[in-house]
């Protein structure tokens, strides 16, 4: 019999960080493969490296820095490797990913003592790093090229929210199904179908909470609507802007990470809010044609600042 | 659950576990040899004891005395007192406490309190349920009359009866509804009594449907009490969450249950209120949940206060495997034991042997600040918040935080992906607060009395001088200064 004390409670959810993470992982996956599918085995070659230098980064920074907070096994270098690449373009050079996947891990966490102390997001700190450092790689959206279908020629070289920057026009010229399958020049990871199938799976196994999800995609969605029946031409429409871009890896995958955002309810709701907001007045009146990784960052570095003003009121306050 | 309407705030669902335990009627323990009883079965000041080594007792007797805050004990059985000194208690921590040995008379004799049955006044009830020992046996083991007599100058609007028993694995409550229905019924009819309150509402989770139902046919004559089935929801069983379950209010801060017009009281203690009043029968015998993974035949047990936890589980068919963890109480609020020769007291709802496989992983991993002890915390605190505040010493900030509120309830570190320690955190903080707020006031009194001892000091001193200066007068007076002698001035 063990004499040790211990303290209450003597039963536990189960739940584990490293579970999370793996769920997490599990809810990319689709859209990763599919993603791996439409760009071939260059768009492999770059997940797989991203992931091989965000391991090492991570061991190495654990071996150097003996207080370093979390674990190898938590599998928290894997989650940002996987955010980094789903967000670059499919046939982005392998090293400058991992170089990037190296940013992000020595960068965006552990400088700041590991697992959980980080105040930005490390996949994102890490995207903007390389959109500024490498702004033409990072701009280069090679077609997709799909094993077993033969594509028309019907792809430009620019991504939705490129074209319509460029080009001032909101007409698109693909269908509704190869929209929502993703079927486009764009990002590895930005099929909105698939997106959507492992987020809402996350949200029903509770690993993500909707708060942030529904607030982020309101955010967006209600401001392009009413600029979007104001300027029907020049400005994408709302479901297009919904489905384009990383706006729903960004709702579902990164703006739900637990470290860099609010912990209150209510707080989650203006975090949401906020993300989507700014991810809009990026798109359409900001440089970059897409504003997921700064409006995330910006976001991010509020966060604290949301968090206390959003404070529960405690049982029998009284205010 | 993702978004309904929950009627407290936060909280988590638990498994449950309570069919290991809820399949087999009461058992009435045989009479053991040897009991224990301890003058302290609650936190408060210890009971008086009026007996001495050598006494011979009979089943009823008086053997203690409470005050305020400590009830009476009775011999649950009739034996021999052997001896008045300290053994080892089931308490957080372990240790001593001063206890009644006793050793048992295989025959029983009774002897019950002098009641009058048909008392209506109200005070003359609560004398009878103070003289009978009865504490509440939900958690809290404070002595019923206490809390009762606190509602004489109060209006109570709602009798709240307390039949949630949201802890998993605890089936003690919900048995004592199905089979002893008549006794809870009866209770709070004299409650209702003794309160003045118009109505009372029996509250059961709804995980005991047969409770509910054989609680509805047993007061199905009685208008003005209600029984509530609430959702399955730990802390439902909380009286601040019950309260705010049943009567869609909260007790404001710092104010009592009294000061909402509600009155909280647990189903068993109800049953023993019953017996007290009914047939003059003091508190000697509790029903006891015995449970967990690592027990042959987990069941509950009637068992006299004062039996060891070793002869209980004995009665249970013993061991079957190696108890990593004995829990006294729930999983989700109980503390371990290390030493199972330790008797129960009237507090004592449930003993849990648990397995390894039971038991929360040991290691703790950062936090990622997913928020989940925020979302679960029944009083709307910042569980990770508070924590780190506490982990870096920080407790006054720590109590601005409103760790005062927290019911450490567990809910926060059951949830928590990180496995972190949150309840351990709180106790910490909470025991450690009233420590420096015991030596506060220890020292402010030491400085008090210092002050007005040197006060004191001076006083005399300076009355001295006068007196001094007053008699030199007087001499001064009465006889002519003294001139010195040649020898003097010599020297």
Redesign the interface.
Known sequence: ?????????????G??????MRQVILGLLPALVFGIYLFGEQALLLVVASMVAAIISEWLCQKCQKTT???LR?GSAIVTALLLVMSLPPHFPWYLGAFGAAVAVILGKQVYG????NLFNPAMLARVVLLISFPVAMTSWPAPEPLFINLADAFTGATTLGAVMETGSSEINTGIITMLLGIAPGSLGESPLLLLLGGIWM?WKNVI??RIVVSLIIGCFIPSTIAWLISPDTILSPLAQLSSGGLLLAAFFIATD??T?????KG?YWYGLGCGLLIFLIRVFGAYPEGVAFAILLMNAVSPLIESCT????????K | MLFSHSLIKGGVHPEGRKQLSNDNDIMRLPAPKRLYISLKQHTGLPATAVVRAGDKVIAGQLIATGSGSSANLHAPQSGVVLKIATHRAAIPGGGEELMIHMLCDPERQNSSLKVDNDAKDRVALIDIIEAAGVVGMGGAVFPAATKIRSTLNKQIDTLLINGCECEPYLTCDDKVMREQSVEVIGGIRYLLQATAAPKAIIGIEDNKPEALQILTDAASEDSNIEIKSLPTHYPMGSAKQFIQALCQVEVPKGKRSTDVGVFVQNVATCAAIYNAIRYGKPMTHRVVTLSGGALEKPMNIEAPIGTLISELVASCGGLKGTASRIVIGGPMMGHTISNMHTPIIKGTSGILFLEESELPQKNSSPCVSCGRCVSVCPMGLLPNAMAELVANDDLEASSEQGLNSCLLCGSCAFICPASLPLTQYFTYAKDELGRQRKMENKAQLARRLNQQRSERLAKEATEKAAQKAAKKAQRGATRPKRTPTTAEQEI
């Open positions: 019999m063990s004499t040790l004390l211990l303290s209450a409670p003597h039963i536990h959810s739940m584990t960080v490293s579970r999370l907070i979390g674990r938590d590991g697992l959980g102390q949200i909470d909707w637990p470290v955002s609010p912990t209150t309810p989650r404070r529960q009121r405690l049982y029998g306050e009284i």
